[in-house]
């Protein structure tokens, strides 16, 4: 059974930093673009960043230049790199990907459990 965990979710004051690690484990055949979003109390979820394959990235406006998603094809894994936190950041970051479970299969949609990520002095 594939699975996606997550962890690195901590309390942090602001301007502060946390990585986030999301590990895919379990048999499958590829794994394509890996993204993590996240959901503020009261909010919709929203993208926060994603990378391809090769490495291409993206980023949501709030978090350029603060953020930086990479991942690591052989280990399965993508991290996220969160630098001057800000309040606002405050949420339940999710780890997202799509990915075969053979070479025959179409792709699927999974979602980690999430990690909380608390910025607040």
């Known amino acids: 059974q594939v699975q996606l965990v997550e962890s690195g979710g901590d309390l942090v004051q602001p301007g502060g930093s946390l990585r986030l690690s999301c590990a895919a484990s379990?048999?499958?055949?590829?794994?394509?673009?890996m993204r993590w979003y996240r959901q503020a109390p009261g909010k919709q979820r929203e993208l926060v960043a994603a990378?391809?394959?090769?490495?291409?990235?993206n980023y949501a406006d709030s978090v350029k230049g603060r953020f930086t998603i990479s991942r690591d094809n052989a280990k399965k894994t993508v991290l996220l790199q969160m630098n001057r936190l800000k309040p606002e950041a405050t949420a339940v970051y999710y780890c997202n990907t799509a990915l075969r479970r053979t070479s025959l299969s179409p792709m699927a949609d999974y979602w980690g459990q999430g990690t909380q990520v608390t910025v607040s002095s």
């Open positions: 990378i391809t394959t090769g490495g291409t990235t």
């Open positions: 379990g048999s499958f055949f590829s794994i394509d673009v």
